[in-house]
């Protein structure tokens, strides 16, 4: 099955400042990866998320890249602000699965100070 | 459109014992997917409902079962509780007609087994 690696486990950056998180994964069959925020007490929340068809996509200060090749993706924030401050989960699912099973990597916490 | 809702929140339950969670998806939806999140394991797959029908499932034991209603609200049960399934439970939902779609997540049910 799926494996997802996420990397840092937690990052600390400072107002401003830009933040890098990466995942690796396993099945050159996954096709969709998404990224999710998660805040204290809340469920995860889609921030951005890429197909396989595309090596780059952004939304205002977020991008993810993917290079298919080597099996990885990564988030990219810019400008970061307090509010930036969660739980980030990468996750990947593959196109031989016909439902919406998604394996997840496991976490980083990014704190941004003021 | 409303969001994710999920009952109860919050859960008490001694070992042995069995509890009942329930998830309503978005209008529209008809995908309902159940993940188990703990500090130790992170986010895991438990099965995936569409129309009715499992269309995945997940490595966990059949101690963990689910079903889903003909207007795609969807509960899981878990039955002789144990220590190890104190977790936060959340179902996500989509419109489950290719998958890989955009999955939403609820606010989950925090569940402590004593």
């Known amino acids: 099955g799926e494996n997802v690696e996420q990397h840092p486990s937690t990052l600390s950056v400072q107002e401003g400042d830009s933040a890098v998180i990466k995942c690796t994964y396993s099945?050159?069959?996954?096709?969709?990866f998404p990224w999710y925020k998660q805040e204290l007490g809340k469920g995860p929340q889609l921030i951005i998320d890429i197909r396989s068809n595309v090596g780059e996509k952004k939304d205002q200060r977020i991008a993810v890249t993917l290079n298919k090749t080597a099996k990885h993706f990564s988030l990219h924030i810019t400008e970061t602000q307090p509010e930036d401050s969660a739980v980030y989960f990468c996750?990947?699912?593959?196109?031989?699965?016909?439902?919406?099973?998604?394996?997840f990597g496991g976490g980083t916490r990014l704190m941004v100070k003021p | 459109k409303a969001g994710v809702t999920q009952t109860p929140r919050y859960l008490i339950k001694t070992r042995g014992q069995q509890v009942t969670l329930s998830c309503s998806p978005i209008s529209g939806h008809r995908s309902v997917s159940w993940y188990q999140q703990t500090p130790g394991q992170g986010l895991q797959f438990l099965f995936e409902y569409f129309s009715e029908t499992q269309r995945n499932k997940g490595n966990f034991p059949g101690r963990f079962s689910g079903r889903q209603f003909s207007n795609s609200r969807s509960e899981m049960n878990v039955s002789t509780l144990e220590l190890g399934d104190s977790a936060l439970y959340l179902c996500?939902?989509?419109?489950?007609?290719?998958?890989?779609?955009?999955?939403?997540f609820g606010p989950g049910t925090r569940l402590l087994v004593l």
């Open positions: 996750a990947a699912k593959s196109w031989n699965n016909a439902g919406n099973m998604l394996t």
């Open positions: 996500a939902s989509s419109s489950g007609t290719s998958g890989g779609e955009t999955q939403y």
């Open positions: 099945d050159s069959a996954s096709n969709y």
